[in-house]
């Protein structure tokens, strides 16, 4: 009964999101640049008021600007987790992929950074 529910609701999903019209923007911990020294993709724990992002996938949010609180795991020989909160300005239509600069490779202090935005592929060009 499940699988028959979820193969039903699966093209209603769908459907919903090809036709969103109202621009947005989209934030990750993922790295995009893999050869940066020092450099380590972080989980967004929340962008304004939203909170619990999963997996590290882009999440779509509103345009504007945000408070971006992430968190890192351990790097080099620093063990535990260290949250970072800044702010950004999110123009629609873009993907941000926000990961941890770090300032050697023992330290445990980091900096969040903007490893690379890109467009994002038919966002709010849909015209009724």
């Not at 640049?33 to 967004?44: F, M």
């Not at 063990?79 to 300032?103: D, E, I, M, S, W």
Request: hydrophobic residues 40%; charged residues 20%; glycine residues 10%.
């Amino acid at each position: 009964m499940r699988i028959r529910l979820a193969l039903v609701a699966l093209p209603a999903l769908v459907a919903g999101c090809t036709s969103m019209t109202t621009p947005w923007s989209e934030v990750t911990g993922e790295r995009f640049h893999l050869t940066i020294v020092d450099r380590e993709a972080v989980s967004i724990v929340s962008v304004g008021g939203t909170s619990g992002w999963a997996g590290g996938r882009p999440t779509m949010v509103e345009p504007g600007t945000h408070r971006i609180v992430v968190e890192t795991l351990s790097h080099g020989r620093s063990r535990g987790v260290r949250t970072h909160a800044f702010t950004l300005t999110l123009a629609p239509c873009k993907r941000y992929y926000v990961n941890a600069q770090f300032a050697g490779p023992i330290g445990a202090s980091f900096e969040p950074v903007v490893d690379e935005v890109e467009s994002i592929a038919g966002c709010g060009t849909r015209k009724d």
